[in-house]
C-alpha cells in the first residue's frame, strides 16, 4: 500500500450479496485492509449503510429483495451515501450492464469467478483514492475556514486597514478604515491610495507622504509619520498613527502593501491624564512605585551632596490578607483608603507616602539630620496605624509591621534602600508584628544564605543532582533488615549535604516541593527495582509533603512513577505526617485509598507530635505507624514520654497497624522497645542514612560500580 503524510483513520466496507459463500470469501480477503460490514438482505443494505458510512460499497447486481442497480441509485441519491464508492461485482461483462452500472454512479466492476489479489488491489485502490479525497476536502474546509477566520478578524479588529497593490491602488478597505477616510469599500477599491486617504501634518496642515508609498519604493516596514492627521471625504479630522509594510508572495516578490492605523484622538487628549494614572496609586492617589523610584534617583544625589540622610519606611498591614478574605475586597479597599489618609498626616516638604502594592506602603524621609528622626516618624505611623478603623458602623483593629533602610548607612542606591527595607520589614513581622526593625548586614546574610539555598534547591531539580539516601529499618527482635526510608539530601557548591530542615520549608513555601518530591519519588522507586531484580527486595519509603497533596495529579504521579520503574506496588510505602492528612481531609482520604487499594502502603510519619486525632487512625487506609524520635530520646527519663510510647504500641496493636520507632540512638532504647512490644525501628544505633550505594555495600553485598569517568 501506498503511504501518506497524513494519519489516515482505518476505512470501512460494506458488501452486500445473497450468496453467504461470497460474503464469507470477500470479507476473509478484504478485513486486513479495512474494517469488513457484510449485508445479506439488500432490502437492508441502505439502513446498514447510512449507520456505517462505509467508504466502499461491493454490491451484486442480482439479488432477489432489491437489486444492485436500483440499490444503487438508492446510495447515490442519498446525502450521507452519495460520496462512498461503489463497486459491482458480476458475472456480466456485457457493454449495456457496465453502461447502466456506471451512470448510476459505480465506480468499478469486480468480476466472478473472483481473482481475489486482483480484488484487493482495486480495493485498495480505491480505498487511497477515497482517503485522498477526505483528506482534500478536510484541508479545503480548513482553508476555508482560516480564510473566513482572517477575513472576520479583518473586519473586526479595532484598526484601520487598507491593502494596495504594488502600483498603489486600493484593494481593501476594513470597516474602521471606512469610518476614518469616509469611503465605502466600493468607491475606494482601484482608487489610489493618496486620494483615499488624504494625511497631514497635525500642526502645519502640509500633506504628508503616504506611508504606503515609502513602503513600496524603499522595500520595508515604516512607521507613520509623528504628529499625523486624516482628513475624511466628509472633512471630518482624526489623529492617526501606526505604520505600512510591504506583502509578499511566497517567492518574495511585492505585490502590494498593507497600512495598520488607528485612532489617537481620544488618547492624545487623555495623555496628561494617563500620565498621572501612571505614576499614582488609582485606590488612593498616592504615588506609586514608578514615581517613588523616581524620587529616590533625585533624593539620593541630593542628600549625598549635602552631608544629610534619607530613610525608606516600608509599611506592610499585619494579616491583611486574612481581613481581606473574610470581610471582602471592597471592605480591604476602605482599610486602605483610610489608612493612606492618616499616613499622609505624616507627609511634608521632606516627607512622602507612596503605595507600592496590595498593603505595603512606603514613607521616604529626607534630608534628616536629627538622629531620632527615623524613629519618631517609625512611632508616628505605628500610633496612627493602631487606631481602629471604622467601616460600616463597624470598628476593626489593625497594625502593622515596618521595616527601616537608611542612606547612605544601608544602601547607596534607590533599589537597594527599598529592598532591604522588605527584608527589615519581614524581619519585623517574624518578630511578632506592630512593630519597626532597622536593616542589618547580620539580616541581610540571613537572607542571602535563603537565597543561595533557594538558586541551589532549583539549579538541583533543574539538573536532576538531588540524592536520596536510605536509613534502613530493622526488626527490632532479630535486627534482620525489613525495608529502608528515603530521605533527600542537598549539597553546596563545596560539596556539603545542607540540613533538610535548611531546605524542605523554603521547597514548601516556594512551590518547588512538588517538582521536589516527584525526583525523590523516582529515585526510591528506582532502588527498590534495582534491588527486587537482584534478588534482595526492600521496601522503601518515600516521605509526602502535605502541600504535595494539592496537587490533583498527585495519584497519576505515583502511579506513573510505579509503572516507569516496573515496581509491583507492594515495595513503595509513602510516609506523610499528620498535617498531610488533615489538607482537604475528604479528598485526601480519597487519594490514599486509591493508592492503598493498588497495593502503595501509607505510613503515618512522627505520630503523636501533630494533631493526634484518633479518628483518622479510623478514617484513613493507614499500615504504619511511625513513633516520632522525641518520645524515643525522652523514654528512659521521663515516665510520661514513655508511657506515650507504651500506649501508641497498644495503640497500633489493637488497629493491626505496624509500628515503627524512629530515632533509636542506644541500646537501651532498643531493649525498652523490644520490652514494650514494638516490631520495628531505624536510627542512628543501626545506621545513619546512607548514599545509595553505600547502603548496598553494607546491608544487600551489592558491590558498588565503579566510576568509569574517574579512569
Known amino acids: 500500500m501506498g503511504s501518506s503524510n497524513l494519519a489516515i483513520p482505518r476505512q470501512t466496507i460494506l458488501i ?10 470477500l470479507e476473509a480477503g478484504l478485513q486486513d485492509m479495512a474494517e469488513v460490514i457484510t449485508c445479506a438482505k439488500s432490502n437492508q443494505a441502505m439502513e446498514i449503510a447510512i449507520a456505517c458510512d462505509p467508504d466502499i460499497i461491493l454490491l451484486d447486481i442480482e439479488m432477489p429483495e432489491v437489486n444492485g442497480f436500483a440499490l444503487c441509485e438508492m446510495l447515490k441519491s442519498h446525502a450521507l451515501t452519495r460520496t462512498s464508492t461503489i463497486i459491482f461485482i458480476t458475472s456480466h461483462d456485457d457493454f449495456e450492464n457496465e453502461s447502466k452500472a456506471l451512470a448510476l454512479g459505480a465506480m468499478d466492476f469486480i468480476g466472478r469467478p473472483i481473482n481475489l489479489n486482483v480484488c484487493r488491489m482495486r480495493i485498495n485502490n480505491h ?81 504628508l507622504i503616504n506611508p504606503i508609498s515609502v513602503a513600496l519604493s524603499e522595500n520595508r516596514t515604516v512607521a507613520m509619520a509623528l504628529n499625523a492627521k486624516i482628513i475624511s471625504l466628509q472633512g471630518r479630522e482624526y489623529r492617526v498613527e501606526d505604520s505600512a509594510a510591504p506583502i509578499r508572495d511566497a517567492e518574495g516578490n511585492i505585490t502590494g502593501a498593507v497600512l495598520v492605523f488607528q485612532d489617537v484622538t481620544e488618547s492624545i487628549a ?210 534482620k533488615l525489613v525495608g529502608a526510608e528515603g530521605l533527600v539530601r542537598l549539597r553546596d557548591e563545596n560539596n556539603r549535604i545542607i540540613p533538610p530542615d535548611a531546605f524542605i520549608p523554603l521547597a514548601e513555601e516556594t512551590g518547588l ?78 487519594i490514599l485509598q486509591k493508592l492503598s487499594d493498588i497495593g502503595v502502603s501509607i505510613s503515618l510519619d512522627d505520630f503523636g507530635t501533630g494533631y ?22 525522652d523514654m528512659l527519663d521521663d515516665p510520661q514520654a514513655k508511657n506515650i510510647v507504651n500506649a501508641i504500641i497498644h495503640l497500633a496493636h489493637s488497629l493491626n497497624l505496624q509500628l515503627v520507632a524512629e530515632g533509636i540512638e542506644t541500646k537501651a532504647q532498643l531493649e525498652s522497645l523490644r520490652n514494650l512490644g514494638c516490631q520495628e525501628g531505624q536510627g542512628y544505633f543501626y545506621s545513619k542514612p546512607l548514599p545509595l550505594q553505600e547502603f548496598e555495600a553494607r546491608y544487600l553485598l551489592i558491590q558498588p560500580v565503579p566510576d568509569t569517568k574517574a579512569l
Open 127 to 207: 480505498l487511497r483514492l477515497q482517503a485522498q479525497e477526505r483528506q482534500l476536502h478536510e484541508a479545503y474546509q480548513a482553508l476555508q475556514k482560516e480564510k473566513e477566520h482572517f477575513h472576520v478578524t479583518l473586519k473586526c479588529i479595532g484598526d484601520g486597514v487598507i491593502a494596495t497593490d504594488s502600483h498603489q491602488r486600493v484593494t481593501f478597505l476594513n470597516p474602521v478604515a471606512q469610518r476614518l477616510t469616509g469611503w465605502s469599500g466600493s468607491s475606494a477599491i482601484g482608487q489610489c491610495i493618496s486620494k483615499v486617504m488624504t494625511l497631514r501634518d497635525a500642526t502645519s496642515n502640509e500633506t
Open 16 to 25: 452486500v450479496d445473497d450468496q453467504p459463500e461470497n460474503l464469507v470469501l
Open 513 to 590: 516541593i512538588h517538582a521536589l518530591g516527584e525526583q525523590v519519588l523516582h529515585q526510591c522507586c528506582s532502588a527498590a527495582r534495582r534491588w527486587l531484580l537482584q534478588g534482595t527486595p526492600v521496601k522503601v519509603g518515600a516521605n509526602i509533603a502535605a502541600l504535595q497533596f494539592s496537587n490533583d495529579q498527585f495519584y497519576l504521579n505515583i502511579k506513573q512513577a510505579l509503572h516507569t520503574h516496573q515496581l509491583p506496588a507492594q515495595w513503595l510505602e509513602l510516609e506523610l505526617t499528620e498535617s498531610a492528612l488533615m489538607h482537604n481531609f475528604d479528598e485526601t482520604r480519597g
Open 270 to 479: 487623555m495623555a496628561t491624564q494617563m500620565s498621572h494614572m501612571t505614576n499614582h496609586d488609582q485606590l488612593t492617589g498616592l504615588p506609586n512605585r514608578l514615581l517613588l523610584h523616581d524620587r529616590l534617583l533625585q533624593a539620593i544625589p541630593r542628600n549625598k551632596r549635602d552631608g544629610t540622610k534619607l530613610a525608606v519606611l516600608l509599611i506592610d498591614i499585619d494579616n491583611f490578607k486574612y481581613l481581606n478574605d473574610t470581610l471582602g475586597h471592597q471592605t480591604g479597599d476602605k482599610v486602605i483608603f483610610q489608612l493612606s489618609q492618616r499616613l499622609e498626616e505624616l507627609c511634608d516638604a521632606h516627607t512622602s507616602l507612596s503605595r507600592i502594592g496590595g498593603d505595603e506602603f512606603v514613607l521616604m524621609s529626607s534630608d534628616i539630620s536629627s538622629a531620632n528622626h527615623v524613629e519618631m516618624v517609625a512611632s508616628q505611623v505605628l500610633r496612627l496605624s493602631s487606631a481602629p478603623v471604622t467601616i460600616n458602623d463597624e470598628e476593626y483593629k489593625l497594625s502593622v509591621s515596618i521595616g527601616i533602610s537608611v542612606f547612605p548607612d544601608d544602601a547607596n542606591s534607590e533599589k537597594e534602600l527599598v529592598r532591604h527595607a522588605d527584608t527589615a520589614m519581614y524581619r519585623a513581622k517574624a518578630l511578632g508584628r506592630n512593630r519597626y526593625c532597622y536593616f542589618s548586614d547580620e539580616l541581610q546574610s540571613e537572607v542571602d544564605q535563603r537565597f543561595l539555598i533557594e538558586r541551589l534547591l532549583k539549579r538541583a531539580i533543574e539538573e536532576q543532582t538531588l540524592e536520596v539516601f536510605f536509613q534502613p529499618k530493622h526488626n527490632l527482635i532479630t535486627g
Open 612 to 633: 493526634s486525632s484518633l479518628s483518622y487512625l479510623r478514617f484513613f487506609p493507614l499500615d504504619v505507624l511511625k513513633v516520632d524520635r522525641s518520645f524515643i530520646k
